[in-house]
């Protein structure tokens, strides 16, 4: 399914109209036309490529999907990518959504990979600033990059809750070996987070640029609003980097002191067992030693072997080997 | 309960006046205005945005709270947000306060999330050095940046004391929990610290740059001075990092030695057991030995065994194994 | 074998003729020529050398091979060196293959080291955009380049899947010397490609250079399309580094799991075996203790031996240790 | 005690006069002055500081040590502070003295912590290039920086020594634990020395800016000495950085070496001396067993334990295990 | 020995003439005049010094070795700082030769350390360009470097194929301890090698500047060439890094397998000996239990013991514990 709009002067004109109609007011300066296409077809993209006289190569990039946000200036439009994210806390695991948008002089196409990044909270977003849309193309673009960007904020919170939730673990007494997955999965989410989130920064910075005449001068501030949070998810994802690190190498001088403490409790105990296994060999010697085969024999025998346990015993406590 | 301050060329004329007396000031270019806000609700931030001409962006920003220092150009003001750090030494916690800060030709307006930044320090500071009062807003922000980069340099000497702590416990002989814990503790403040703190050169910076004629010429010396304490910060963050890493490092090697050392006991002591057991168990055997039912097997035995078992002591000394 | 071919005014005219042949067209600015020497002898660069005036130090730098991506800018051509990396995921070896390009007006000359570079798949791709050939060498480079930078990709793709292959080894229950040896083998290919592929920014960076006066301007837009496939070759070689060392350090600290996991059992075994046998010591003894010689002590003995083992078995599970 | 000397004309004309004596000369462009004061008190300081027309911020950072080299510009003159570093290689402890230097256009006023900075060898360095005293303020300062800068080149010579010595301990058999120590407060050490010595390029840099005026043409190339001592100094500590990370981790590597070494030889003497233990325990049976009561039970067990033990040891010994 | 030839209008005139000769010509633009000096006394710099007027602190230099390569731009002359590099592949060992080099307009004097570099190469490669010796100290500056950049690739070679060989040794099943001191002195010359070779970067670069006029537009893709090279070199120490890094984490993680498959095949026999010498202990009990003194006895106790120890061995493969 696919999303129309027309804005004339600001106001909201039609929606859901079909692709086809819009040829009447793509060369209407007054108009800011929106397009949404989900996973179109090459048939799609060549209508709307004819439309507004895309490049081919910009077509192309639509269909191939590589993974790193990017701005490309093209004469007659400019070709953005960026990727909507979504994390499933259960699994841990991170999905990316590619969405491409052509922004002409008065149109916003967006082509969405699937249906996993929610276009009606863009269009919530517009709706709620209707005074901004008087700037067309400019506060369009402005409302998806904000919805796309707040996602951001939202993975990076939820990553930052699990690597809360790891802390948590990391002190229990008994290791668990989720923590080695949980750890795993969390720095495997992290660096691909990382692949779409860092280069933002320079794509943003980019549509700012006053040669590109993108941005309207009013709506300057929002967008500098977005690079703002940009630059925030960037520096927070570094972070948060540093966290796993944190939580991986405790971890590990974790694992070495439960060693440590493990051999001194199998030495010990080790000890308070084979010392009286050697005193009785000693009794069951077929040999005349002193007291074989009498009472006195076995009330020696019997306080040895107490008085050396309980003596291993207590020494090993003092030294808290156990 | 919030502070209001006017200055009038240079002197103190008006304080703890309400809000709403403002208006008759604030055009006034001869006078200097500070009001401080702490927790407003929207409608306390939408009366102040009122009467100074705030953005709108800048008034969304206060009430979200997303952890990083800038520095917002709008066309009418300047919108500065710092943070005000306190650590807790016991917990090893720290805990930051956002201080959102709007400039304006002749007004100077803090917003502070709660009161944990002890906005009275600012105040006797101010009047400490009423001699440059003169100077108007620009005054005024030092005093507030004063305030905020000197509390920096408490907090990262006090987190420079824990290091030093850890150092103490570090060589102990008996290896303790608590210095993961501690280490780790430690290290997490030291991310959040770095977070809160190292965008502050870049905003001090950007404060002072000469086309925004926010800093006076007579105040610049006393802003490259924050900045220079802002770079030491940063600089002395950056160590106590390879401080602490030397602390986890050398924690880790000790771990390895320790357990090497636990590792030649247990071994030398289990010789030292199992070879008069394996003695006592030839003279137990059920068949006639040399020495089997005689005093002379006894004696062999008993010889043996010491021999043996003092031998054995004897050369795992030299080797140093006990 | 060596390939030709003459381009006029962007219609294909000539293919498969010998080198001799071109000293005709070679100052004709309507033509764009194109030779490719695969690991041709000293004599045959000096022919092509002498042909179209080539520097001394370019020639001697083909006859060299010392691995890294260039471009030298000389008064009447420019040279260049890429690289075509082959994988094979058997052996998880990369192998590189160097591509000496000279560049002038309007020749383009290709100089293969060995056969291992598909120069038919470049052929292709220029019979695929027919429509460009017009612009030249322009034209005739960004094809080369285009099949090199997609056989980076590939690698890049191929050296992925081999790292998603080894997480899924990674939490085998059983570890596998293997995982050692792919994760050394993967961390060396992706050295080795990094060191192929990183300077290509730089490189093709240095050919859209204006003065350079190399790349057309309609052609433009391909070759920032090569550039940036180039800079996300780049960053995700990175992001691989960083999955691999996720990998590697998780490695570690299973390792460290298992071991402490070994530890425990081997200990609660050796306690289960060890405490039987010293009851079974003391009933072993020569000496009247009570129940020797009596029915009383068999059934002593034996019932101590089964609860102590039962006992401990049941503790050692509760703690977890079996 | 403090120093003062008078250059008029590049000839030492006065010295060891008091600063009050001063006030003549201060503003003839003929002389050179020099004063230092070791640890002033407050009160010393406000004479100098009236005397040359000091600011009051750079005044009171004389009175705060903050540790980081730095360059401030006032109107009327610079303040500079560097640090002089003393390295007690017994203990392996840095100290540094701040040195606070004010330079007016014919002053240098040092101001030093405390006397451990050898001011003397300064005073012979001027002495020992009396030519160059000729210009002024500038060679003045030329002489302390040498002193400083060499002062940097023998501390960082002497940590060499002390990673030298590490590495010879590496290899012992023995494996000693001040190992740890001294690697521990080597890298301690060299994190704080990094922090007085890397601020140094960005100083001596700025130092040299035309714009400045101090340091005229003729001592331009003394200047550049000193910084390419200061370059030499950082990039010699990185280099110590890496070659004390070199040694920790082969410390590291060599203890997990020692562990496995240890575990091999406890397997193996655990096996030969429980595997005749184990058949004197057969032979220990109270049930007739073949050769019970019999001498030939006596040989059987004898050879058996003897081939058995023998053959342990050998296996053990072929597979290096022993 | 001294070396010293004179060239006018590039041809070269004389030879192995007196330092003292060289009065007459060193002011004659036509002439190109090169004197070699080796571990020169002093006075031996005193005459060249007095000869062509070089500065007092490049001399001084000359006599002090720091060990950083570097570029002096003095008024009459440059002051040149390079290192000869030679790898000793047997002890891993790596020497450097200060080499200082004095470029007046037309004379080149070369200062050698000490005779490990050879000079005679350097000869050999002027010989060897003779068409292009009309380019003056240009041209003979650019053989000296070639030949020191040419070294550098020798070593770096030598160093990447001792890498090698430690990948060889690395997967052997013998760990052998030599590993680590091949790992060690490799990483040591690696630190050792980048710090000579490095700051090249930066020295040949500055050399091709435009305004010192030293290198001649005709030489200028001679220089280009030996500045990639000392590129490649760069980025080659960097890959060598990783190598090193790959392979010293790579026996980390194998020290950590082996420990964990000696403690598994010492767990499994501890258990198939201590279980038969727990049965042998309860049928050494003197207690009438069942079978004790009776052929059942023997034949039930050796029943138990056959199976246990078959039984658990059987066990500890199918777990591929043995």
Redesign the interface.
């Given at each position: 399914m696919s999303h129309t709009r027309l804005y004339r002067h600001g106001v909201l004109e039609a929606e859901g109209f079909p692709v086809a109609d819009v040829s009447d007011h793509v060369s209407d300066p007054a108009c800011a036309i929106w397009f949404d296409l989900c996973a179109p077809s090459p048939a799609d993209l060549a209508v709307i490529s004819e439309e507004l006289g895309l490049?081919k190569?910009a077509i192309e990039?639509v269909l191939h999907d590589?993974?790193?946000p990017?701005l490309?200036?093209?004469d007659s439009h400019l070709f953005l990518t960026v990727y909507g994210e979504q994390f499933d806390s259960g699994t841990g695991q991170l999905t990316s959504t590619e969405i491409n948008v052509f922004i002409t002089r008065n149109a916003l196409v967006t082509v969405r990979e699937n249906d996993r990044f929610d276009i009606q909270e863009v269009i919530r977003r517009w709706d709620a600033s209707r005074d901004l849309a008087k700037h067309g193309v400019s506060f369009l673009l402005h409302g998806l990059l904000d919805v796309v960007v707040d996602g951001h904020?939202e993975i990076i919170q939820a990553l930052d809750d699990q690597i809360e939730a790891l802390?948590g673990e990391?002190?229990d007494e008994?290791?668990s070996?989720e923590l080695?997955?949980h750890?795993?999965a969390l720095?495997?989410s992290l660096?691909?987070f990382?692949?779409g989130v860092l280069?933002m920064r320079e794509v943003i910075n980019s549509l700012m640029r006053r040669d590109l005449h993108v941005v309207e001068a009013a709506m300057a501030?929002?967008y500098?609003?977005v690079y703002?949070?940009v630059?925030?998810v960037a520096?927070?994802t570094d972070?948060l980097r540093?966290?796993v690190s944190?939580i991986?190498?405790?971890?590990?001088?974790?694992?070495?002191?439960?060693?440590?403490a493990?051999?001194?409790?199998?030495?010990s105990?080790?000890?308070i067992?084979?010392?009286?296994?050697?005193i009785?060999?000693?009794?069951?010697?077929?040999?005349?030693?002193p007291?074989?085969?009498?009472?006195i024999?076995?009330w020696t025998?019997?306080i040895v072997?107490v008085t050396a346990s309980v003596g291993l015993y207590v020494a090993f406590r003092k030294r808290?080997w156990l």
């Open positions: 490049h190569l990039d590589r993974q790193r990017k490309d200036v093209y904020f802390e990391l002190f008994q290791p070996r080695q997955r750890t795993f720095r495997k660096v691909q990382r692949r280069p501030p929002y500098q609003d703002d949070h630059l925030r520096e927070w972070s540093d966290l944190n991986r190498e405790t971890h590990l001088s974790q694992q070495g002191y439960r060693l440590n493990i051999m001194k409790k199998l030495t105990w080790a000890a067992i084979a010392v009286p296994t050697m009785t060999g000693f009794y069951g010697q077929n040999v005349p030693y007291g074989s085969e009498q009472p024999g076995f025998s019997a072997i808290d």
